[in-house]
């Protein structure tokens, strides 16, 4: 079983829709990551989060500390949202980040 | 545009070569992380540095190795290089060694034939 495990692996929605990708992870966290990187590849650090919930235009970022589980959602969804989205913790012991395999969400116009 | 610079963006080499990656940190940044991301392990952390010591080492080779120079700016050396090795290699940094965000590089595409 992987430390970090995302669902679902693939994601289709309609534009407009409202999206949520989950991350479950087994261990002991200082930080939880959401990436995105586009089909060229390059990786955007969208959150950091170590409680709570934050906020960045139509993104929204939660975790639970205690359940070991963040969710991440875009509201109104667009097709230039279509990428994969990456759940990545630090570990309470130390710096390293260990990765979700990922989801990939695609937007249909 | 994060502000990490990595060089080169594609390299095509054939097994058995070496080869060097650079990366070039945030202006201000002190640590360095490298990653590798393959088709079939997804992204994997390879190894960080901190203001030019070795501070954590992840799922990196024997055959990889790793610096950080004065200035700040990160190699990874690949040597032996194998059809395995060929993947995406990121690099990030971030302002110290601890919890703080992480701001990747575009990645060298690296292809072994």
């Known amino acids: 079983k992987n430390e970090v495990e995302q669902s679902p692996q693939n994601l289709t929605a309609q534009e407009g829709e409202f999206i949520t990708i989950n991350c479950s992870y087994s261990?002991?966290?200082?930080?939880l990551h959401w990436l995105q990187q586009h089909p060229g590849g390059g990786i955007v650090s969208l959150f950091m989060?170590?409680?709570g919930k934050k906020k960045h235009g139509r993104l929204i970022a939660t975790i639970n500390i205690q359940e070991k589980h963040s969710s991440l959602h875009i509201t109104a969804s667009h097709p230039r949202d279509s990428a994969v989205y990456i759940c990545?913790?630090?570990?309470?012991?130390?710096?390293?980040?260990?990765f979700g395999e990922g989801t990939q969400l695609t937007v249909n116009p | 545009d994060s502000g990490v610079t990595q060089t080169p963006k594609h390299l095509i080499t054939a097994t058995g070569q070496r080869v060097t990656l650079r990366c070039s940190p945030r202006?201000?940044?002190?640590?360095v992380y490298w990653y590798q991301q393959s088709l079939d392990q997804g992204l994997q952390f390879l190894i960080q540095?901190?203001?030019?010591?070795?501070?954590a080492k992840g799922n990196i080779l024997e055959r990889f190795s790793a610096q950080q120079f004065p200035d700040l700016h990160s190699e990874l050396n690949l040597s032996s290089l194998e059809l395995g090795d060929s993947a995406l290699y990121f690099c990030?940094?971030?302002?110290?060694?601890?919890?703080?965000?992480?701001?990747f590089g575009p990645g060298t595409r690296l292809t072994v034939t």
């Open positions: 990545a913790v630090r570990e309470a012991s130390g710096s390293r980040l260990t």
């Open positions: 261990v002991g966290i200082s930080a």
């Open positions: 989060l170590s409680s």
């Open positions: 540095y901190y203001n030019g010591e070795e501070r």
């Open positions: 202006s201000g940044d002190l640590s």
């Open positions: 990030a940094s971030s302002s110290s060694g601890g919890a703080h965000e992480q701001y």
